[in-house]
Antibody, heavy 120, light 109 residues
Framework: EVQLVESGGGLVQPGGSLRLSCAAS????????MHWVRQAPGKGLEWLSY????????FYADSVKGRFTSSRDNAKNSLYLQMNSLRAEDTAVYYC?????????????WGQGTLVTVSP | EIVLTQSPGTLALPPGERATLSCRAS???????LAWYQQKPGQAPRLLIY???TRATGIPDRFSGSGSGTDFTLTISRLEAEDFAVYFC??????????FGQGTKLEIK
C-alpha cells in the first residue's frame, strides 16, 4: 500500500524557517517524481514544487521560488521541503504527492498533510 | 499562465440526482493533461479522473469526465452520500507547471 506521511509542520514566526519531511513507503520511491502542494485554510490547492526521481531537476512555483528548496534522499525514501523567509501567506496545510508515471501528469497519491502556521 | 475556472462554486443536489461540474481553461489545453480530484473535509485530495476521461484506480463508474480544448466536465451520474465533497480540476502545462481550479463544493440538498 502506498503511504506518504508528512511531518515537521508547526507554528513559526514571520521570517523564520521550517523543514518539512515526507516519508514514503509501499512503492519504489526512486522511480517516481514527487511534488509539494499546499492549501491555505478554507482555500484551494496550490502546486509548489516538482522534483525528478533522482533529484536532478526541480521546478518551483513563482510564489516560493528563492525561498523554498525541495530535495530528496532516495536511500531514505524521503522527500523534504526547506522553507525560509516564511510569510503569513505561507500558512497552509502542506501535502507531499506522488507524480504519476510519465506521460500522465497528475498526483496519484497524497499524504495527509502537515499544517504550517506563520504568525508572530 | 493558464487559469482554470470552475463552475458553479456550490452545487446543491439530492442523492440520486446527476451532477455536472464544469472546468473552463483560459486557453486551450491538451485533454491528456486535465484531471479531477475529490476532497472531503479534513482529508487529502483523491485522484478521480486523468486524461480528461480516464478513471483512476478504484473510482466507481458513476464518475465520468469529458471535454476538450477549453471546456471540461465532470459528471456524477447518480449521487451517493459519499460523493458530497469539493471537486478540483487540475492542468499540467507551463508557468506554472501545474495549476488547479478554485473548486466546486457539492452539497446535499
Amino acid at each position: 500500500e502506498v503511504q506518504l506521511v508528512e511531518s515537521g509542520g508547526g507554528l513559526v514566526q514571520p521570517g523564520g524557517s521550517l523543514r518539512l519531511s515526507c516519508a514514503a513507503s509501499g512503492f519504489t520511491f526512486s522511480s517516481y517524481e514527487m511534488h509539494w502542494v499546499r492549501q491555505a485554510p478554507g482555500k484551494g490547492l496550490e502546486w509548489l514544487s516538482y522534483i525528478s526521481s533522482f533529484g536532478t531537476t526541480i521546478f518551483y512555483a513563482d510564489s516560493v521560488k528563492g525561498r523554498f528548496t525541495s530535495s530528496r534522499d532516495n536511500a531514505k525514501n524521503s522527500l523534504y521541503l526547506q522553507m525560509n523567509s516564511l510569510r503569513a501567506e505561507d500558512t497552509a496545510v502542506y501535502y507531499c504527492a506522488r507524480g504519476h508515471l510519465w506521460p500522465v501528469r497528475v498526483f496519484d497519491y497524497w499524504g495527509q498533510g502537515t499544517l504550517v502556521t506563520v504568525s508572530p | 499562465e493558464i487559469v482554470l475556472t470552475q463552475s458553479p462554486g456550490t452545487l446543491a443536489l439530492p442523492p440520486g440526482e446527476r451532477a455536472t461540474l464544469s472546468c473552463r481553461a483560459s486557453q486551450s489545453i491538451s485533454s491528456s493533461y486535465l484531471a479531477w480530484y475529490q476532497q472531503k473535509p479534513g482529508q487529502a485530495p483523491r485522484l478521480l479522473i486523468y486524461g480528461a476521461s480516464t478513471r483512476a484506480t478504484g473510482i466507481p463508474d458513476r464518475f465520468s469526465g469529458s471535454g476538450s480544448g477549453t471546456d471540461f466536465t465532470l459528471t456524477i451520474s447518480r449521487l451517493e452520500a459519499e460523493d458530497f465533497a469539493v471537486y478540483f480540476c487540475q492542468q499540467y502545462g507551463s508557468s506554472p507547471m501545474y495549476s488547479f481550479g478554485q473548486g466546486t463544493k457539492l452539497e446535499i440538498k
